[in-house]
């Protein structure tokens, strides 16, 4: 019998436990274990962003991240921002501008974005670009990405 | 295979755990965790996650020194208003790092132990002449970085001693310094070289020089060839001239998929002059 860990966390809002295996990455406990498929394995070894979650606020890359870190912090995933309305305006803008294209990338994409609009309200294109800089999009659909976050930052406050 | 998981949350346990031996290190994880999930690094039998550890974050100006904690973020670096205004260099290489997500997680003490030659604080580090704090159960020492390196991925640490801080002196009045790195692209590419220079600059003359390069030999080294053109020189253009013709002259990388050994040698040339450029003008 080998070695799990109990862990105790926030999961986009609600308290959750789990018992993980010291080796498992975030990544594959939130898809196998808590069973929420919305975050990406895109390369697996932080190049791509597919999986970037928020952890107490922060984005990181969840296959870089050991799932026993995620002990006692603050977890967001695309799945919770998609169910808060204070999201909404980010998601439209997605659609609207067409910075979706085989979808993909985009779940890593829309939290980075979340991350990036928490640190700049109102992001310059510099800014936007730079702050995208470790998502990688196949279809490299990036302009219209950039300009979906622009227009999620227009009118707000 | 891993038999014990332990997230100390003091610096007393997270050594004794270390003392027990066979035990990985881990804090952000963004080195140990691809290195282990594609089989290239077997986890110990312990896994100590130290980054619970208290008073190992961010930076402090302690007597004529200024001390960096080993769990200091990359961002916190990029971002501290503090590491701004004393030490602007491992802001500017903080911000060239990797990606978002990775400096959010990743720490100046992973950096340092994972002793990558392409790792970006260390050549800043090297020209900002760091000392190395390592304690053990046993107590504790420092090294000075730039005999801390010993291979790819080695260093004088052993099994049961951490990284908790990281020295380097106060700027003296008219010290610069100043780091350039180059890939294929700004964000998450490993530098095919870097370099990084420092030195007292005062009526258009450079003092008490430090040359480091990245990426051109098994760890990050410094470039005393380039130093002793440099030394109480005026930078002026037939100087800059002489400082990258010996950079170029004394360095001796490898050619890997990133770049050859010529092109490296010839990037090592035109940055030492566009880094020494950068320090002229402060």
Not at chain 1, 21 to 41: C, E, F, N, Q
Not at chain 2, 136 to 149: P, T, V, Y
Not at chain 2, 246 to 275: C, F
Request: charged content about 20%; some cysteine.
């Amino acid at each position: 019998m080998s070695l799990t860990v109990e862990i105790r966390f926030t999961l986009n809002g609600s308290p959750t436990r789990a018992a993980v295996p010291p080796g498992l990455t975030a990544l594959a406990m939130l898809r196998d274990i808590v069973g929420l498929t919305g975050t990406k394995y895109g390369c697996g070894e932080g190049e791509c962003g597919a999986c970037t979650i928020l952890v107490d606020g922060l984005s990181v890359n969840s296959c870089l991240m050991f799932a026993v870190e995620c002990d006692g912090r603050a977890i967001t995933t695309v799945e919770g921002l998609a169910a808060d309305p204070a999201n909404d305006r980010l998601r439209d803008a997605f659609v609207e501008e067409g910075g979706v294209q085989c979808g993909f990338c985009t779940p890593g994409m829309i939290v980075q974005s979340k991350y990036l609009l928490s640190q700049h309200p109102h992001p310059s294109h510099e800014q936007i670009r730079r702050g995208l800089e470790g998502n990688l999009c196949r279809c490299t659909g990036y302009k219209k990405i950039i300009e979906a976050v622009a227009k999620a930052a227009e009118g707000t406050p | 295979m891993v038999e014990r998981y332990l997230a100390p949350t003091t610096l007393d346990e997270a050594l004794k755990a270390l003392a027990a031996g066979d035990a990985t290190i881990v804090a952000g994880g963004t080195d140990v965790m691809p290195q282990s999930q594609a089989g290239r690094f077997k986890l110990g039998r312990t896994l100590v996650n130290i980054r619970r550890v208290a008073g190992l974050q961010g930076g402090a100006k302690e007597g004529d020194e200024i001390r960096l904690g080993a769990l200091t973020t990359i961002s916190q670096l990029r971002e501290d208003a503090f590491i701004a205004k004393t030490l602007p260099v491992l802001a500017e290489a903080a911000d060239h790092f990797a990606s978002v997500q990775i400096r959010n997680m990743g720490t100046l003490g992973g950096n340092i132990g994972n002793a990558s030659p392409a790792g970006d604080t260390l050549v800043p580090l090297l020209v900002l002449d760091a000392v190395v704090e390592l304690r053990s159960a046993k107590g504790m020492r420092r090294l000075r970085l730039d005999e801390f390196f010993t291979g790819p991925g080695k260093t004088k640490r052993t099994p049961d001693e951490l990284i908790t801080n990281i020295f380097v002196p106060a700027p003296k009045p008219g010290f610069v310094a100043r780091f350039a790195k180059f890939g294929t692209r700004p964000a998450l590419d490993i530098s095919a070289v870097s370099v990084g220079i420092a030195g007292i600059v005062k009526d258009g003359k450079i003092s008490n020089v430090r040359v480091a390069y990245g990426a051109v030999a098994p760890t990050p080294v410094r470039g005393r060839a380039a130093e002793a053109a440099l030394e109480g020189k005026t930078l002026d253009a037939a100087t800059l001239a002489a400082a990258a013709k010996a950079a170029q002259g004394e360095v001796k990388p490898i050619s890997d998929r990133r770049a050859t050994a010529w092109y490296r040698r010839e990037m090592i040339h035109n940055l030492v002059k566009k880094v020494l450029a950068d320090v002229a003008h402060g």
